[in-house]
Every structure is written in C-alpha cells, then in structure tokens.
C-alpha cells in the first residue's frame, strides 16, 4: 500500500469531500487521504441529552454525585466489543467457539438495549451509518454478521475518564486480532468510524485522535510492542493529522494507520460512539460493528 502525495482531507461537507475524492472510502483503504469528518452530523443537544440518558438509565455515573475519593473505571463501554469479548479482557474462556458464543450473545443483548436507549432522541446509531452510506460508493453498508445471519453489536459507546489514553496502536481483526473464526476476518481494510459525542475540555484543551501517515509492517509492530514507535516515527518524520472534532462531528480514519489519543485531564469524561468497519475493494458489502 503507498501513499501518494496528497495527505490531507478532512472536509466539513459531503459535496467537498466528492469533489476532492470520487470514492473516498477507497481514497482512505489507500491511506492517500488521513480521514474524512463530517461536521455537525449529529445535534449537539442531541449530544448533551445522550449523556444525560445513560445516566437515568444508570450506565454512567452522575457527575453531580461523583464522590472525588471513589476511583471510578478509567473507561465505561456501553455496548459489545468483539475483540474484548473474543480475546481481550472480557473473554469467557480459552476456547474460541465459546468465546464466539458469548459475544453473539451480547451483541444481541447490545440490540435490545439500543432498541429504547434513545426513545426521544435522535438515534446516533442511525446517523453513524447514514453517514457512511452516504460516503460509500457502489457498496452497501450493514451491521456485520456471522453467515448464520447471528448480527454483531452495531456500535458502541465508550466513555473515558481522567488518565484514559489509547498508544499508538492499530486495528485490524485479522491483523492485529487474528480473529479468523469471525466473518469480518475477510475484509482487507478496517477502518475506524466514530461520533464525538463529549470532549473532555480541560484549561481549553480536549485530546483528539491523532492519525500517523504509517501503515502497519512487521517493522512498525517491533516499534509498537517495544515502545520505540515514537522514536521510529520521529526519526522517519512520519507525518500526524490531528481530527479535532465536536460534538456531534462524524470522523472516519483507516484504523491500519498508527493512531494515538492523548490522556483525558479533568472530570468530563471524553465519549464518543465508535464502530470498525471492513472494507475491500471487491467486496459490494461494508460490514460495521464495536
Ligand atoms: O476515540 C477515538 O477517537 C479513537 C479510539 C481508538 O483508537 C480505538 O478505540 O481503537
Ligand atoms: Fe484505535
């Protein structure tokens, strides 16, 4: 995979976006382009009422009451994640096949909860995947699922609190996972596709992803798992985008890139919505799940 010359777009508009890349999805899959951001895609009132309803609901803690001397979890996921729950921390067994099970499971549990989480509100579900129907070209966009039709959790919340940080890393189910018992396997490129849905603004700064113009190689993921990335990437002048966003901001990066988020300072908790995304040229599906 090369890079080309252009590095840039991060477009506020649809119409922008297409003039620049007649099919920006491969322009990502490519890696010419850093990411895509649709701006104001999602209210940010609608933001605000989203982060109220999870905790009514009780999924988050009430800021109000936050008691400073309780060490709350740096992250609170609200929704399935396929690699915790197939490999990571919230893996039931050493076994794949019950694994597997256990995360169709709760993906289905994931499908009855974001069936009334938003009563009243604008689904933000909804509006993660109209906007990448709207940026695919050719190709259909739909809640990944096993041949047995079993679906994936859609997407996710993750809401990350005071120290959250992610290093450089990748993601990459076959990859990085190696999650071969999963469809998603198939795809060539994933891509990482997110709303903003509460910055942690702190002394007027907030961390935003940082996406480094490096994909993955055997000699990149020597950097990662010895800590020398940073040096590896200096050293090589690899180029950074920022993708600062607010809430309500869509963003989509090729996950296959090194990418970076600084640690949340404060007490408002950075959330966003967040789904990955497979993507190969021959392929007429785009699968999306967490
Ligand atoms: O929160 C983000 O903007 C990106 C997070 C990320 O890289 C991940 O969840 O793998
Ligand atoms: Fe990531």
Redesign the pocket.
């Known amino acids: 995979m090369a890079f080309s010359e252009s590095w840039s777009v991060l477009e506020p508009d649809l119409e922008t976006v297409f003039s620049h890349e007649s099919d920006p999805l491969q322009a990502l899959a490519d890696a010419r382009i850093a990411g895509i951001a649709l701006r104001g895609a999602y209210s940010p009132e609608q933001c605000s009422g989203l982060m109220r309803r999870f905790v009514e609901r009780g999924l988050l803690h009430d800021p109000e009451r936050l008691n400073p001397a309780e060490k709350v979890q740096s992250r609170i996921d609200i929704g399935s994640s396929l690699v915790n729950r197939a490999r990571g921390g919230l893996a039931v067994s050493d076994d794949p096949a019950e694994n597997r099970e256990a995360f169709l499971e709760h993906s289905a549990e994931t499908h009855q909860l974001f069936s009334h989480l938003f009563d009243g509100l604008d689904n933000p579900v909804d509006t993660l995947y109209d906007c990448l129907s709207s940026l695919a070209v050719d190709k259909e966009v739909k809640v990944a699922r096993e041949p047995d039709g079993r679906l994936y959790g859609p997407a996710i919340f993750?809401v990350?609190y005071e120290g959250h940080a992610?290093a450089p890393?990748i993601?990459h189910v076959a990859i990085d996972d190696k999650l071969f018992q999963f469809d998603v396997s198939r795809f060539t490129h994933q891509f990482?596709g997110?709303i903003c849905i509460q910055n942690s603004v702190y002394e007027g700064d907030s961390p935003?992803?940082v996406i480094d113009r490096c994909v993955w190689s055997p000699e990149v993921q020597e950097h990662l798992s010895n800590g020398t990335y940073h040096e590896y990437a200096a050293q090589n002048k690899i180029e950074q985008q920022q993708?600062e966003v607010q809430p309500g901001d869509f963003?989509l990066f090729n996950?296959g890139c090194i990418?970076?988020?600084a640690a949340v300072e404060g007490d408002i908790p950075?959330t966003?919505l967040?789904t990955f995304i497979g993507y190969s040229e021959d392929d007429d599906e785009i699968f999306v799940w967490a």
Request: glycine share 0%.
């Open positions: 993750r990350h992610y890393h993601n990482a997110l935003h992803a993708i963003y996950s990418h970076q988020v950075r966003v967040a």
